[in-house]
């Protein structure tokens, strides 16, 4: 007699994990329509409306329960009791390396460049739409985990060996110099071999979402870094064109 419950075949894309974001904002208005715009997209939202609450909330979930750990803080800068600023530096302070994107009426580049200083990884100026809210958030904690993934042992490919606790590169069997860019750009490629990577993927997991110039940057560093790996830069083995696409490894 034939099984009926077979067991369903799954791929590493189908395993889904929900990811925990806090809200901390003191409008009661915004923070419901940040976590209506966020539940929809199937986070699980935690919120809190003034500072110490929202450090209370992380204290417990880093403790307490380690297994509901927030993915990302979602922070407004004008708060009751710790405004967003103080949280932000005192997380960094205390090692927690959660992304934080700053929500603020405070719009003025020096507001923004001041955010990201502190420690916060990205900086959106209220009104904004639900929409930038959702997708910068989504590119925020897929770039955490892609960091996350590339904190794993030596990676191989043909010639090339590099090794991510030592910021060390190895090309047929002689060590290169690399820029952090470089080397940044390079252990994405080696983590995902054969992925086409866009050039504005490119910029959002090396240079990050603050980054000011444009894709051209991309190209130079590409370029740099075929002159440190390839045997012939003109005829590619390694970084590989993929016109009208970007670039893949492989
Ligand atoms: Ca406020």
Not at 43 to 51: F, I, L
Not at 199 to 206: D, G, K, T, Y
Request: glycine share 4%; hydrophobic share 40%; proline share 4%.
């Amino acid at each position: 007699m034939l099984s009926l419950d077979l067991p369903k075949k799954s791929s590493p894309s189908e395993i889904t994990q929900t990811n925990r974001v806090l809200v901390v904002e003191d409008e009661d208005l915004i923070r419901e329509m940040i976590v209506l715009a966020l539940s929809e997209e199937g986070y699980d939202v935690v919120t809190a409306a003034d500072g110490s609450t929202a450090l209370q909330l992380l204290k417990n979930t880093d403790n307490v329960h380690p297994e509901n750990a927030i993915d990302l803080i979602i922070l407004d800068l004008m708060l009751p009791q710790v405004n967003g600023l103080d949280i932000c530096r005192l997380l960094r302070y205390q090692g927690n390396i959660v992304p934080i994107l700053i929500i603020s009426a405070k719009g003025t580049e020096t507001d923004r460049v001041l955010g990201l200083e502190v420690g916060a990884d990205d900086y959106l100026t209220k009104p904004f739409s639900m929409r930038e809210l959702v997708a910068r958030c989504r590119a925020l904690i897929r770039r955490q985990r892609f960091s996350s993934i590339t904190q794993q042992s030596v990676r191989k490919f043909k010639d090339i060996t590099l090794y991510p606790d030592e910021c060390r590169v190895m090309v047929r069997d002689e060590e290169v110099n690399l820029s952090p860019k470089e080397f940044r750009l390079l252990d994405l490629f080696m983590s995902y071999p054969r992925r086409v990577w866009s050039r504005e993927q490119l910029i959002e997991q090396v240079w990050g979402a603050d980054f000011l110039g444009d894709t051209k940057t991309v190209d130079v560093h590409i370029r740099w870094l075929r002159e440190k790996l390839e045997i012939e830069a003109s005829q590619p083995e390694y970084v590989i064109t993929v016109r009208g696409f970007g670039y893949r490894f492989g």
